[in-house]
């Protein structure tokens, strides 16, 4: 019997871009020191991707092994990025293991898959796309039904179209009202004042955020 739970958790496997040590560069963390487990694979092709390294590279890791290289570094913050993580249905296993063992564990999710099936103590980023990302057909709305006060909900912002676009999903949605709201401008496309003043012209009740890695390292560095 034992042979046989060993083998079964020999199994428990996910496909691995990247696993790094570095400073949080987005959403309300942004500055925190975190481990980045990045998975490969995504389902979607948003015009903007800064990873689409992650959509194949990768390598088959056992989960023990995941977890015992996250705490090596001896940081309580923990994010799952990709690609898209919840392609891999074994990550809501890695995430409950991870909460498990005392990380404060985020998600980055594009939103479009359920997000309900995740473990309750995860913090989950999930974007909503935006219509110059060519993606935001595939916003999985019913997702908004689920989120929590420690959710966040991101807008990546390329042009004044998404601007309004976002603003008329925030109030037809109340979002407001359910969690913190980030808007993030399309790196290299659209200038930080210019997405700063629209958000004060329109008063709008959002969070703005730069990639600060970005800005601390070459912007296409990974591993950062």
Same mark, same amino acid.
């Given at each position: 019997m034992k042979n046989k739970e060993l083998l079964s958790k020999d199994k428990l496997t996910l496909k691995v871009n990247e696993i790094f040590y570095s400073i949080q560069g987005e959403s309300t963390h942004l500055g925190r020191p975190c481990v980045f487990?990045?998975?490969?694979?995504?389902?979607?092709?948003?015009?903007?991707?800064?990873?689409?390294?992650?959509?194949?590279?990768?390598?088959?890791?056992?989960?023990?092994?995941?977890?015992?290289?996250?705490?090596?570094?001896?940081?309580?913050?923990?994010?799952i990025t990709g690609g !898209?993580?919840?392609?891999?249905?074994?990550?809501?296993?890695l995430m409950q293991q991870l909460c498990d063992a005392g990380h404060e564990v985020l998600l980055e999710t594009g939103g479009h898959m359920d997000i309900s099936?995740?473990?309750?103590?995860?913090?989950?980023?999930?974007?909503?796309?935006?219509?110059?990302?060519?993606e935001s057909k595939k916003n999985l709305w019913s997702n908004i039904n689920h989120l929590k006060k420690t959710d966040e909900i991101k807008f990546v912002v390329g042009t004044k179209k998404d601007m309004q676009w976002?603003?008329?999903?925030? !109030?037809?949605?109340?979002?407001?009202?359910?969690?913190?709201?980030?808007?993030?401008?399309?790196?290299?496309?659209?200038e930080y004042r210019e997405l700063a !003043?629209?958000?004060?012209?329109?008063?709008?009740?959002?969070?703005?955020?730069?990639?600060?890695?970005?800005?601390?390292?070459n912007p296409v560095a990974r591993g950062r």
């Open positions: 487990v990045r998975l490969t694979y995504c389902n979607l092709r948003c015009l903007y991707c800064d990873t689409d390294y992650a959509f194949f590279e990768g390598e088959e890791r056992n989960m023990h092994d995941i977890i015992k290289e996250v705490g090596s570094y001896q940081c309580p913050l923990v994010e !898209e993580p919840l392609i891999q249905k074994n990550v809501l296993l099936v995740i473990d309750p103590r995860v913090k989950r980023i999930m974007d909503i796309k935006c219509p110059s990302s060519l976002a603003k008329n999903i925030i !109030e037809k949605y109340n979002l407001s009202h359910k969690c913190t709201i980030i808007f993030s401008p399309v790196f290299g496309k659209l !003043e629209w958000i004060l012209q329109e008063h709008l009740a959002v969070r703005m955020q730069i990639q600060l890695h970005k800005l601390i390292w």
